[in-house]
DNA sequence: TCTGGGGTCCTAGGACCC
DNA sequence: TCTGGGGTCCTAGGACCC
């Protein structure tokens, strides 16, 4: 049984949109859209932009007659600057409740055990102004006491301005009117398969879902559904995690700007990933012994389609880059076929092992500890001098495959040559991009 | 012309063991 | 000719999340 107390859940409002006007203020009041890798699809709205019917997830073709109409401002994803700005939230956050979980780029679990007895909601609008100040990120919070609950009072404090950002739902009055409110698919944890499936009983929204026997969900919905039940009822089954496990799975992938059919491109792109995965397994010092190598043609084109994987068992854990090099190319070898045109490949670790636990193999033949040496000083230098200074030579220098991100604004706070400039003495601040290209607006 | 990337957990079914 | 019962481990696939 997990303890109950109030859990609020703040929430960055369109986050990415958010981060790239606090950089460039002309795009207040604009529409904006964030695209995902490679240029593909909407990933991200503003609320003018939501307002205008552009969905989530379509690709950026299919819009683009609303985009010329209403003069959207259409930007590449800068992750770099995202996590930046995500940081910055999250250490505000930790400054006024230091019991914090982080539960992904833009939202954390707060828990406010210890300011019971206080005037939480008020705490959590002072909470969101210095946010706002400090940052320049709106948020929306959700309190509640469980986390579901807490979730479903965000989205109402999002959607409803009056509400000034904030809602409480701990003993309110209104929780069946708020539940009555809340459609089925926007539980979390809810998605489309078992909308559909609801729907076709007749439960079409939370106060529906709560009052459904839980034996029948257990068995359409797994324990997961029974879960989501208990907490829509109030029964916390999601505790709060403080600290990240380490990760069971490490995938690195990426669309090609351009498709290819030549397998030393593909070599290429695929010891780029493996020294991108071979890191983060580093980085949470862990080992693998398991390693996968997929690629596939473009699903989306009406071409001869080809879909593989291949996984291979190294005989002892490791995480040296070179290493697992020799068998990620083994891999692609076994998979590759000529003549299709592929759009993407990928790296996947698996049986992944904290590194001093691993089973050494006696009969290692490399110098693992020379090798482990050397990984280490390359990993210190890339800190140091910045990601990509250190990089095996397999991964290739002309990056064919690479991505395409043509819309993106600059590192505003992370690369000395991209900080903004603010001119002084004007009254309307004005913020001259120092941008390396000029065109990061969409606007032809 | 143009459609992302990175994770989690659960379950069923097969292989294998005694 | 007749051929059990119980357990573990692994994997693939499906659901979900951001």
């Excluded at 795009?27 to 552009?54: C, F, T, Y």
């Excluded at 290429?268 to 996968?292: D, G, I, P």
């Excluded at 590194?355 to 500890?369: A, C, G, I, V, Y």
């Amino acid at each position: 049984m997990i303890k109950k107390f109030p859990i609020a859940l703040v929430d960055c409002n369109n986050f990415y949109a958010s981060c790239e006007r606090v950089f460039n203020p002309k795009l207040w009041g604009r529409p904006i859209i964030v695209l995902s890798n490679n240029d593909g699809m909407i990933i991200a709205r503003s609320n003018e932009a939501k307002a205008l019917g552009i969905p989530m997830g379509d690709p950026l073709f299919k819009v683009k007659d609303i985009v010329k109409k209403h003069n959207v401002a259409v930007l590449s994803s800068n992750y770099t600057l995202y996590g930046d700005m995500s940081q910055r939230v999250m250490s505000a956050l930790e400054h006024f409740c230091p019991d914090v979980e982080i539960y992904s780029i833009d939202e954390a679990f707060l828990n406010m055990e210890q300011y019971k007895g206080r005037n939480i909601t008020d705490y959590c609008r002072y909470i969101r102004t210095k946010i706002r100040q400090w940052t320049g990120i709106p948020v929306s919070v959700g309190i509640a006491e469980t986390k579901t609950l807490a979730k479903l009072a965000n989205r109402i404090a999002k959607k409803n301005p009056e509400l000034d950002g904030v809602l409480n739902i701990i003993e309110s009055p209104k929780i069946d009117l708020y539940l009555k409110k809340t459609p089925v698919e926007d539980i979390w944890g809810v998605g489309r398969q078992y909308t559909k499936f609801l729907n076709k009983h007749n439960i079409f929204n939370a106060l529906e879902f709560r009052d459904v026997n839980d034996k029948w969900i257990r068995k359409n919905m797994t324990v997961m559904g029974q879960r989501t039940l208990f907490e829509i009822r109030g029964i916390p089954c999601v505790s709060i995690e403080y600290s990240a496990p380490p990760k069971k799975a490490i995938v690195s992938s990426r669309s090609f700007g351009k498709v290819t059919s030549n397998l030393q491109d593909l070599k290429e792109a695929v010891s780029y990933f493996t020294h991108v995965a071979s890191r983060k397994l580093r980085k949470q010092n862990s080992e693998c012994h398991l390693l996968s190598v997929f690629l596939r043609t473009n699903p989306f084109k009406n071409e001869p389609q080809y879909h593989n994987g291949c996984m291979v068992q190294m005989p002892t854990p490791t995480s040296i880059t070179s290493e697992m090099l020799k068998y990620a190319h083994q891999a692609l070898e076994q998979i590759f076929k000529e003549d299709f045109l592929y759009h993407k490949v990928g790296i996947m670790l698996t049986g992944i092992v904290p590194k001093n636990k691993s089973q050494l193999s006696l009969f290692d033949e490399e110098d693992r500890m020379k090798l482990d040496d050397l990984t280490a000083t390359v990993d210190e230098i890339n800190l140091k001098y910045g990601r990509g200074t250190l990089f095996y030579a397999s991964s290739g220098i002309k990056r064919s495959w690479k991505t395409k991100a043509e819309l993106k604004s600059p590192r505003f706070t992370t690369n000395w040559e991209e900080l903004p400039l603010v001119k002084a003495g004007e009254t309307d601040y004005e913020v001259e991009l120092k941008a390396i290209k000029t065109n990061f607006y969409y606007e032809s």
